[in-house]
């Protein structure tokens, strides 16, 4: 039975992880793919303190299992298939194991919002990308679109012009979500186009993408235009799919926690992407970390 069983390695995983293993805590992280979450598709992160020059986001995750992991931390990985959180003794369900722990910090954070459009899904890996940083370098010499008007989409144009001839965002206002310094690099970078007030009607083409067909909002007048690449950057989803029906969300999903990360269920804590909350950082994530081992702590010494 571990003191703290945390589900999720992205940067409120690995953070709880530190504070429990130097808490003297045995604890164990599950995660599903690979450590650092979506940090991971950052291609630099300038925002996090203590990186003047900025950091690469897959850097960055990496320091943070490095130190997790030298603090005693264990990372195992498997897909987490069932949620016992409602009793004393809290379950977590994998393919070939059954985990035990006295507390559970739910850090599974967001996955990435797609269109929904049939084109979309039959263009994936062929023209149709949700991460920049992965796929960027494909698209030398070539036009690509970003789909979004907010940091993501900000920082995936930045990023892709690098190496496209031309970048058009493609945002559905007239105005940006993104931060000011985001807008202001991206409006100053030549190879990117702002095209106003248009939502995605369609990708256009057979076994590669062609072009994305627009509709402009304001004025309904379709227009396509022609690029190799469409990068979908409009946001997240958290990932509650599996505890939704056990623990209170807010309507988009995204779990409810106070300010010390409790949940709706007694010793279940939740931290990072995956919570209801207004900001959603590196620099937020790694606090609610900290913040959600502090309250597990104060949970067990009560219990005992
Ligand atoms: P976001 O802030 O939710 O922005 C999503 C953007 O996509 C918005 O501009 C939204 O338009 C647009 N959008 C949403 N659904 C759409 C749809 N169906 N069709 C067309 N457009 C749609 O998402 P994000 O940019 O991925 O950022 C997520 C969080 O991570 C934010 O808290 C952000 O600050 C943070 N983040 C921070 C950094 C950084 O600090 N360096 C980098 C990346 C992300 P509207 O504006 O009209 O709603």
Request: glycine content about 10%.
């Amino acid at each position: 039975m571990y003191d703290i069983i945390i589900v999720g390695a992205g940067p409120a995983g690995l953070s709880a992880g530190v504070y429990a293993a130097r808490a003297g805590l045995s604890a164990l992280i599950i995660e599903r793919i690979f450590a650092g979450g979506q940090i991971a598709r950052a291609h630099i992160v300038e925002n996090y303190p203590g990186f003047p020059e900025g950091v690469a986001g897959v850097d960055l995750g990496l320091k943070f299992k490095e130190q997790a992991e030298r603090h005693g931390a264990v990372i195992e990985i498997a897909d987490v298939t069932g949620y016992d959180l409602e009793s004393g003794e809290k379950k977590i369900v994998t393919a070939d194991k059954i985990f035990k722990a006295k507390t559970v910090v739910l850090a599974m954070g967001a996955k990435y919002r797609s269109l929904g459009l049939s084109s979309e899904k039959k263009l994936v890996g062929a023209g149709v990308s949700y991460c920049a940083t992965c796929d960027g370098a494909f698209f030398k010499g070539k036009d690509v679109a970003v789909i979004g008007g907010g940091d993501t989409a900000l920082e995936d144009a930045l990023y892709l012009a690098n190496f496209a001839s031309r970048v058009y965002v493609v945002h559905r206002r007239d105005e940006l979500r993104g931060q000011k310094a985001l807008q202001k690099a991206a409006a100053e970078n030549e190879k990117i186009t702002f095209v106003w007030d248009s939502v995605v009607d369609s990708i256009v083409g057979d076994s590669s993408v062609k072009a994305v067909r627009l509709k402009n909002k304001k004025t309904d007048k379709m227009s396509d235009i022609a690029v190799s690449g469409v990068f979908v950057a409009i946001g997240t989803m958290p990932e509650t799919e599996e505890v939704k029906d056990m623990i209170a969300t807010d309507a988009a999903g995204y779990i409810i926690a106070d300010e010390r990360m409790r949940t709706s269920l007694p010793g279940v804590f939740a931290a990072g992407d995956i919570v209801a909350k207004p900001l959603r950082q590196v620099v937020t994530a790694a606090s609610d970390g900290a913040v959600a081992v502090y309250s597990a702590q104060a949970y067990i010494r009560e219990k005992e």
